[in-house]
């Protein structure tokens, strides 16, 4: 899907992964996220088709309207298969 996305840019395709990979260490790390179960929330992916370098390419988590703090006690992976009650996304 990134690749049809992108059109084929190979610059694009790769600055894309690694904001994802930059993504999932920065939310892998936050004690916020951790704390939080998350559902329906996105991933904004934006570039400019004409900038051949992939300089451009950005992703953001964004609709986080489903969030919601855990009961003190419980941190989430989100890693983790889901389970009823276990708050894993």
């Known amino acids: 899907a ?4 992108v059109g ?4 694009a395709h790769d600055a894309f992964a690694a904001a994802l990979a930059r993504l999932h260490a920065s939310l ?4 916020w ?12 992916f934006v570039y400019d088709e ?6 451009s390419a950005r992703v ?5 309207a489903k969030t919601q703090h855990l009961p003190d006690g419980p941190t ?6 889901w389970e009823a009650g276990n708050h894993e996304d």
């Open 60 to 64: 953001r988590m964004i609709d986080f």
């Open 8 to 11: 084929g840019n190979a610059a």
């Open 28 to 31: 892998r790390a936050s004690s």
């Open 2 to 5: 990134l690749a049809f996305f």
């Open 76 to 81: 989430l992976t989100h890693d983790a298969r």
């Open 33 to 44: 996220f951790a704390a939080r179960e998350v559902v329906s929330s996105s991933l904004l």
């Open 50 to 55: 004409a900038d051949c370098t992939g300089g």
